[in-house]
Structure formats: structure tokens, C-alpha cells
């Protein structure tokens, strides 16, 4: 993450509760300015705990979390009055009030007058399409707009950090597009956003940065990225002969990339070393082919090794170090 500024940074955390369960063990990650974050784990992982601690629900037994830099000891005024928050289902917002009553509302919880408030709300509005929606009861509005709206709600007062906790759930697919719109024009506007998802698909359209946790603890933290190129170090080569090999044809195929299947004349193949892909395609010349296909992981790939153990022939890995 070098580069990058870090708006808040969390350092060494653990938590247990009472009946000695271990949620979450010697947490360290970074929250970037300007990045959209996306917190990954199966449920129970300890997610949800760690994001309490860091929005000052629930007390940590130990470690350390700064924003901007200044250490949050028994304060978290600092974080809190820079902090946007929708949890799920959209909880942050009255349903029986219009858009532009409760950005009045809540703008007053932040310390804004109404005059601000408002000014502020038709920004957002006007910003994410929704203008004409101003003075809608909220229950009478799609569950999309609902979504958009309780996101105006946590950015009434332009806050540096935004917290999304499954900003996606139930959304048809034109709200989700919506939803990464707004996500990645307020990254581009230097707001660090930190989001739970269980939509790997969406994870890997919006996310810079990933974090990864498994039985409380933080398993690989960086740059989505940096952690697609070292899976796709592996290339997986899917090749249809017009016949079928002789053994030694095969032998010859196996020196040079490992075959984790074969069907008749289709062959699935894991090359180790992109730099043995100019000897596979000096032998595969001398075939005549009747289909060639490369496949590129995605963070579906990437859950499976890492919060499954699975590698791509379905056969179990030992747990790697991010």
C-alpha cells in the first residue's frame, strides 16, 4: 500500500466474549483514503465484531486503531464525527419520512442546521438521480432508492469514511449497478469505504483493497490486485485435440505443464510457469486443435483457496500466508 494515504489503521486487535470464544485474534489492517475496501469472511468470521470495535460498540481486550494518523484511546470523537454509517437493511433512516426529512434529521444528529442539511441533501440527490424523489415517503420508494437514500443519509455530513455492511442485499440488478456507481465516484472524491459483501462478483467490480478473514482472523490484506496476479501466476489452459494423445504425446504434454484432467481429447492444464507457455505452444503446433481457452481467477477462486482450502482440481491446500 505504499503510496496511499491511510486514513485509519488498526493494529493488534482481539476480542473474546464471555463463553471464551476467540472473535477475532491480533487483527492489522490499513483503510486507505480514497479506496473502497471490501471485508470478505463466511459468517461468524468476524467481520461484524470488527467492525463494532472499530465504529466503538463494543470494547476490544487489546490492540490499537488510529485515524488520521492520531491514536483513539478513550475518545473515538475524532472517527465518529467523520464516520458515514449503513447497516444492513438500510437501519439508519426513518421509513415513514421523506429523503429530504430525514437528511434534516440526521444532519441535526451531526451537528448541522437545517439550511445545511438541505443543501447537502439536494447535492446527494441531485448527484446519484434522485432529485425528484425529494419529498417520496421513503416505504413508498424501491428497495434500490432505499438503499441510495440511507447512503445520502450516512454522507449528510460529508464524512472522510464510509461504513457499508451488505450494501447489495436484495437489490435487482440496475440498483447494484447503481450502488457501484456511487460507491466508486465517492472514492474517486478521496472518501475511504469500507464494505462487507457476500457478492464476490460485486467485490471484484468495485474493491482496491481486500481484506480476507477466516475464524477471526485476517488471513490476506492488499490490493485486489496484487492479490488476482499472484493466483493468475497459474495459468489454467483448457485444450481439444482432434485425436487422442499417444502416451507418449502425453508424457511429453506433462513435462511441460501438470494435467489435472482428461476427457477423450479435452485437456485441462495448469501451467506453473508463464515462461513454459512458448514450450506448450511449440507443441501444441504440431496438433491440429479443435479448441484453445485460458482462464484468469477471480475472487471466487481466491475465497476458495483461502476460506476453503481448495485448489482449482478440488484437491485441499494448506493454509498460506497473505
Not at 265 to 288: P, V
Request: with cysteine.
Amino acid at each position: 500500500m505504499r503510496g496511499l494515504k491511510m486514513l485509519l489503521k488498526v493494529r493488534n486487535l482481539s476480542k473474546s466474549f464471555q463463553n471464551e470464544t476467540r472473535a477475532i485474534e491480533d487483527l492489522s489492517f490499513d483503510i486507505p483514503a480514497g479506496k473502497i475496501t471490501t471485508f470478505l469472511g463466511f459468517n461468524g468470521a468476524g467481520k461484524t465484531t470488527s467492525l463494532k470495535i472499530i465504529l466503538n460498540l463494543l470494547l476490544p481486550d487489546e490492540g490499537k486503531i488510529y485515524f488520521e494518523n492520531k491514536l483513539l484511546k478513550n475518545d473515538f470523537t475524532p472517527l465518529l464525527k467523520q464516520t458515514g454509517v449503513v447497516l444492513e437493511s438500510a437501519r439508519n433512516m426513518f421509513y415513514a419520512l421523506t429523503p429530504m426529512e430525514n437528511f434534516i434529521y440526521w444532519g441535526a444528529q451531526r451537528g448541522l442546521n437545517k439550511k445545511v442539511a438541505r443543501k447537502n441533501g439536494l447535492e446527494l440527490l441531485e448527484k446519484f438521480d434522485l432529485l425528484s424523489k425529494k419529498d417520496t415517503v421513503i416505504f413508498e420508494l424501491s428497495r434500490g432508492m432505499q438503499q441510495i437514500i440511507a447512503i445520502c443519509c450516512a454522507l449528510i455530513s460529508k464524512p472522510k469514511f464510509l461504513v457499508l455492511d451488505e450494501p447489495t442485499l436484495g437489490l435487482d440488478i440496475e440498483a447494484v449497478e447503481t450502488v457501484e456507481r456511487i460507491l466508486k465516484t465517492l472514492a474517486s472524491e478521496g472518501v475511504a469505504i469500507l464494505l462487507t459483501t457476500h457478492e464476490l462478483a460485486f467485490a471484484q467490480r468495485v474493491a482496491d483493497q481486500i481484506l480476507l478473514i477466516k475464524k477471526g482472523q485476517l488471513i490476506y490484506s492488499g490490493s485486489k490486485a496484487d492479490c488476482l496476479d499472484k493466483f493468475n501466476q497459474e495459468k489454467f489452459i483448457t485444450v481439444q485435440f482432434s485425436r487422442v494423445l499417444s502416451n507418449e504425446q502425453q508424457a511429453l504434454l506433462e513435462s511441460i505443464a501438470k494435467i489435472i484432467s482428461i476427457n477423450n481429447t479435452t485437456y485441462q492444464l495448469i501451467l506453473s510457469n508463464r515462461k513454459d507457455l512458448s514450450h506448450l505452444l511449440g507443441f501444441l503446433t504440431q496438433f491440429k486443435l479443435i479448441d484453445l481457452k485460458t482462464k484468469n481467477k477471480g475472487l471466487k477462486e481466491v475465497v476458495d483457496f483461502y476460506m476453503k482450502g481448495k485448489n482449482e482440481d478440488g484437491s485441499i491446500k494448506s493454509r498460506v500466508s497473505a
